[in-house]
């Protein structure tokens, strides 16, 4: 998992750009979308193998500085227009690394990074695909939207390479829905389960409890 540290705490918050990203191009990147291309680059992919990211609340530091100057009746730019949208990122990627295999974005709430992993076992179902890459990244709400949800508490993502064929760790996931209080990041539960010895965890979403489970 890569985390950034809350800036508030006088912490630096910048995550590290693959190198193979010239300077020109690095300007025009979000923090969010230098989160999701630091763990993308750090896979080596075949030239079709599909990519899934997720993100709960996508780049909103951009979109709210645009709907702010929405409200000053101020001219908006094309291009930072275009890389707001949710699936800028993935694009973005598609781009600088040159691969043109399918890709899809996901939000979902606070399930995104599950229902991210959902899209990838469905695409795992087709006999050409052998691994799919999800990528999940979010970030701390900008400050005006902070009064609605707390979560994420800080910048942070993680990459997960799927496997059609057994490759190391075997985990069982299963879902049922469930309304309940999401108290916890999905992204954090998952990761702590990942690096434990644990042999199974259930996590909690607004609209679902998943289980996983370590398959010997």
Not at 60 to 71: C, E, G, P
Request: proline fraction near 4%; charge should be negative; hydrophobic fraction near 35%.
């Amino acid at each position: 998992m890569q985390k950034q540290p809350d800036s508030a705490n006088g912490e630096q918050t910048i995550c590290p750009v693959p190198s193979e990203i010239t300077a020109i191009q690095r300007r025009r990147l979000s923090e969010l979308t230098k989160i999701t291309l630091h763990l993308s680059f750090s896979h080596t992919l075949s030239a079709n193998t599909p990519v899934v990211f997720s993100s709960r609340h996508g780049d909103l530091h951009k979109t709210s500085l645009l709907l702010q100057q929405v409200a000053l009746n101020e001219d908006l730019s094309p291009t930072q227009f275009a890389l707001s949208v949710h699936n800028s990122m993935v694009g973005q990627y598609s781009i600088l690394k040159q691969h043109q295999a399918q890709h899809s974005s996901i939000a979902a709430g606070d399930a995104s990074l599950h229902y991210g992993i959902l899209e990838a076992w469905s695409l795992l179902q087709c006999n050409d695909c052998e691994q799919v890459l999800v990528v999940y990244a979010d970030q701390k709400l900008p400050e005006i939207y902070q009064s609605f949800d707390t979560h994420p508490a800080f910048d942070h993502g993680m990459s997960l390479l799927l496997n059609k064929k057994p490759v190391g760790t075997r985990i069982r996931l299963q879902r049922q829905a469930s309304k309940a209080d999401s108290r916890h990041d999905e992204a954090i539960e998952l990761h702590n389960f990942l690096q434990s010895d644990a042999l199974d965890t259930k996590i909690t979403t607004t609209r679902d409890q998943w289980f996983w489970q370590r398959v010997n």
